[in-house]
Nanobody, 128 residues
Framework: QLQLVESGGGSVQPGGSLRLSCSASGATFRFFAVGWFRQAPGKEREGVAC????????NYTNHAKGRFTISRDNAKNMVYLQMNSLKPEDTAKYYC?????????????????????WGQGILVTVSS
């Protein structure tokens, strides 16, 4: 059974950068599409960036476009989220999630209901 563990979170000043990592184990990772989601206090969980199993297709939601980049290395069972030009409104708990269903990344990013396996989440705080 697939298991996901996030790392790389922390505190950063506005305008700074962070790279989140998601390490997978327990299954053949290239068969899983992956999404990064986030949830701020009092708000619903929302999609940030998603990637197909091969890495050939990606999708970004509006608040991520132009600032965040999702990538994966299936040989290492890793997915990354490079976050640049961070804003205070990016403060949230970030989750890595995956599904083996054959959804396009744009659909995965549209709702948490399309993901089956979730990591425990990691905090990102953007503050001066």
């Amino acid at each position: 059974q697939l298991q996901l563990v996030e790392s790389g979170g922390g505190s950063v000043q506005p305008g700074g950068s962070l790279r989140l990592s998601c390490s997978a184990s327990g299954a053949t990772f290239r068969f899983f599409a992956v999404g990064w989601f986030r949830q701020a206090p009092g708000k619903e969980r929302e999609g940030v960036a998603c990637i197909s199993g091969t890495g050939g297709t990606t999708n970004y939601t509006n608040h991520a476009k132009g600032r965040f980049t999702i990538s994966r290395d299936n040989a290492k069972n890793m997915v990354y989220l490079q976050m640049n030009s961070l804003k205070p409104e990016d403060t949230a708990k970030y989750y890595c999630a995956a599904t083996q269903k054959n959804y396009f990344p744009w659909r995965i990013c549209s709702s948490a209901e399309y993901l089956d396996v979730w990591g425990q989440g990691i905090l990102v705080t953007v503050s001066s």
